[in-house]
């Protein structure tokens, strides 16, 4: 017999006696948008975040019910006086290339976005930190930003006030660090496969763009032994129909989002696996109040007093959103009720008689009509939302006309200063504060104020709200200035965001949260 055979058939002796190999455990997840960039410094949007969540761990992470918990950080301590805090680092972190995780690695991660070189837009988000607004606005070295390594495992971390939302912050996708070598080495670069060194628990594979992204496990991962599936499979979907058809067909597991207007048939169907549950963000359709006509306040009720926001909810989105008569939508901590629009209660009928009022007073009406071009990124949700707004603004002589793209080119639209009427957008919490709504309006966040709001009183009053440490008194400030907006409407919401999915039975460890948090390392799948 030769050696050759002899080996063949002691591999499968041994293959008998160890049992079948165990199969790669594929993880097909829709993401409803293409990701923009996956360098965590300048990203901003939910999907992208879903998936440098699994690449990336911060100092504090989500757990699987959307809980900020330890994360590189085992535990941290916070100074009498609220504004210095100090992280311990677990021990024998590591990134995906077997570096060590260190200290320093997150002051070049905190440094590196705050630098104005880098050209993050979500900057802003992170200003608590001592020094931050300066930095960042190019007043002070990065030098003197409030993050220092007091030694390879404890970071220390400075506030310019107490915060009380600070820890659940660094959940947040800007908190992510990036491997400070890479970043060195490959330039912008280094967010590509075979460039890119991750700490979580995902590593990238591959990224073809309008095709997928394959993440695969990180074996360098502290918790990798409890990491049950091998690989993610993120398929962008913004075709909420064609992602339920791939759904059914097998080909994805789960969907992060499902086409509104086929609820009830979804229900039929699939019965439990459609999941719903509230998600702590509001619809919007910012408002261009830079320029005229849009710039006139009445212009601006007018045109949120004509949207029938409950025939929006009920019948373009089947119940899974709700209406939406405030900036912030109900539950947000440190804070109470949202304040309200004026004509919440008001008749439909008397809305419309008070809207025409008002866009006569504006100079609009018969033989001048108010005309309206409304920009949105392309899904079935937002295409069929749009469509009926427009109905319903027709009885007030306002014509509208359209323009979709797809969500990257939308949002990279926006971002860039580009120019508008009204633009669709969805804001949904980074931390459950009343800060994270209101901030995002004040005239010098450069990043998200897109319609170039500026009201000096409304930006007082989030300085006052800032500096205020009773939480009562400083919710009281926030909900003035909420008020304000309510007046102003330089964002019109629409709706208050419910979250919808559809999870296969094979998955399990899924848990609906308010968040809309899935880490898939918590997740596990039937072979």
Known sequence: MSWIKQAALAAVATAALLGPASAEIVYNRANSGEPET?????????????????????????????????????????????KTYRFTLRDGIKWSNGDPVKASDFVFSYRRIMDPATGAKYANI????????????????????????????????????????????LTHQTSLPVHPGSVEKFGKDFVKPGNMVTNGAYKLAEFVPNSHIKLVKN???????????????????????????????????????????????????????????????????????????????????????????????????????????????????????????????????DREEKAKALLKDAGFGPGKPLKVEIRYNTTDNNRNTVVAIAEQFKPAGIETSFINTDGKTHFAHLRDGGDFDLARYG?????????????????????????????????????????????????????????????????????????????SPKIHGFVQNTRGVYPSRFLSKDQ
């Open 219 to 349: 074996e360098n991962y502290y918790d990798a032994k409890n990491v049950k599936i091998d690989t993610v499979m993120y398929y962008p979907t913004p075709d909420f129909a064609a992602m339920v058809r791939r759904y059914e067909a097998g080909e994805l597991d789960t969907t992060d989002d499902v086409p509104a207007d086929q609820m009830k048939s979804l229900k039929e169907r699939f019965k439990d696996q459609v999941r719903l549950g509230p998600y702590l963000g509001t619809w919007f359709l910012v408002v261009n109040s830079s320029k005229a006509p849009f710039n006139d306040v009445r212009v601006r009720q007018a045109l949120s007093m004509m949207v029938d926001r409950e025939f929006v909810a009920e019948q373009i989105w089947g119940q899974t959103m709700q209406p939406g008569y405030s900036f912030m939508p109900p539950g947000v901590g440190n804070y109470g009720e949202p304040a309200y629009m004026d004509y919440k209660d008001m008749s439909p009928i």
């Open 38 to 82: 996956l360098d965590s410094h300048k990203t901003s949007t939910v999907q992208e975040a879903h998936i440098l969540r699994d690449m990336l761990e911060g100092l504090v992470t989500y757990n699987a019910k959307g809980e900020a918990v330890p994360g590189q950080a085992v535990k941290w301590e916070v100074a009498d006086d609220g």
């Open 427 to 503: 804001w949904i919490a980074d931390y459950s504060d009343p800060n994270n709504f209101l901030f995002l309006l004040k005239s010098d966040n450069k990043g998200f104020n897109y319609g170039k709001y500026n009201n000096p009183e409304f930006d007082k009053l989030l300085d006052q709200a800032a500096a205020e440490l009773d939480l009562k008194k400083r919710a009281e400030i926030f909900k003035k200035a909420e008020g304000i907006l309510m007046k102003d409407m330089p964002w019109i919401p629409i709706m208050y965001y419910g979250k919808s999915n559809l999870i």
């Open 126 to 169: 992170l200003y608590p930190i001592l020094n931050a607004e300066k930095v960042n606005k190019g007043q002070a070295k990065v030098e003197e930003l409030g993050v220092k390594a007091v030694d390879d495992k404890t970071l220390e971390i400075k506030l310019e006030q107490p915060t009380p939302y600070f820890i659940e912050l």
